[in-house]
């Protein structure tokens, strides 16, 4: 069983900057994928990067550009780099780890908080 702990988010202006952590209790360099998610209210949870263990990443069209996915193995931890922030970035941001290419997670984390004001 891992545990995945995000922490980072916040409130911030239209334009800032913010930086996501996921420390893992386990090894995450036993999953391929570690990604970020995120719901807004009303909506439902969407992917918004990944990484694999080799460090291939995919973005969703909206963040890219914009947001930086990267993973130390070392530390166990993920992060999500995300600059020039829209208030349509305001959601619930959640880590997850995945063993397959394919397929829902296999663990989430608790989700922290991303508000972007205008």
């Known amino acids: 069983q891992v545990q995945l702990v995000e922490s980072g988010g916040g409130l911030v202006q239209a334009g800032g900057s913010l930086r996501l952590s996921c420390a893992a209790s386990?090894?995450?360099?036993?999953?391929?994928?570690m990604g970020w998610y995120r719901q807004a209210p009303g909506k439902q949870r969407e992917l918004v990067a990944t990484?694999?263990?080799?460090?291939?990443?995919n973005y969703a069209d909206s963040v890219k550009g914009r947001f930086t996915i990267s993973r130390d193995n070392a530390k166990n931890t993920v992060y999500l780099q995300m600059n020039s922030l829209k208030p349509d970035d305001t959601a619930v941001y959640y880590c997850?780890?995945?063993?397959?290419?394919?397929?829902?997670?296999?663990?989430w984390g608790q989700g922290t908080q991303v508000t972007v004001s205008s």
């Open positions: 997850s780890a995945a063993a397959r290419f394919v397929g829902q997670p296999d663990y």
């Open positions: 386990g090894s995450i360099f036993s999953f391929n994928v």
């Open positions: 990484i694999t263990r080799i460090g291939t990443t």
